[in-house]
Nanobody, 125 residues
Framework: VQLQASGGGLVQAGDSRRLSCSAS????????VAWFRQAPGKEREFVAA????????YYTDSIKGRFTISGDNAKNTVYLQMNSLEAGDTAGYYC???????????????????WGQGTLVTVSS
């Protein structure tokens, strides 16, 4: 499976942006896609995840109510809709995937086998 992230760019605080993670290869079954982000000088952190077979979603507390993760199985694409962006959301955003993820590891980057390249989101205040 190959993942490709896109949609980043420069936005102003309060704006919205939608990121896309397109998957090539077989992703049927128990495939989970997550978004992680890494700001300069900081560790990579979990943002959101979705189990594609059930639609179950997971979010980190800092973005709840502002970000929404969704999947389009027909297009093999997962989206991260980001609203009310803040300067603190500035980071490289990475999508990751796993066939074998257990719920307790959803927020753990090492639990994901497949990674896309990052897409940079810069929020100016």
């Amino acid at each position: 499976v190959q993942l490709q992230a896109s949609g980043g760019g420069l936005v102003q605080a309060g704006d919205s942006r939608r990121l896309s993670c397109s998957a090539s290869g077989r992703t049927s079954g128990r495939f989970t896609v997550a978004w992680f982000r890494q700001a300069p000088g900081k560790e990579r952190e979990f943002v959101a995840a979705i189990r594609l077979n059930s639609g179950t979603t997971y979010y980190t507390d800092s973005i709840k109510g502002r970000f929404t993760i969704s999947g389009d199985n027909a297009k093999n694409t997962v989206y991260l809709q980001m609203n009310s962006l803040e300067a603190g959301d500035t980071a490289g955003y990475y999508c990751a995937g796993s066939f074998t993820l257990i719920t307790s590891s959803t927020r753990t980057s090492s639990a994901y086998s497949f990674w896309g390249q990052g897409t940079l989101v810069t929020v100016s205040s």
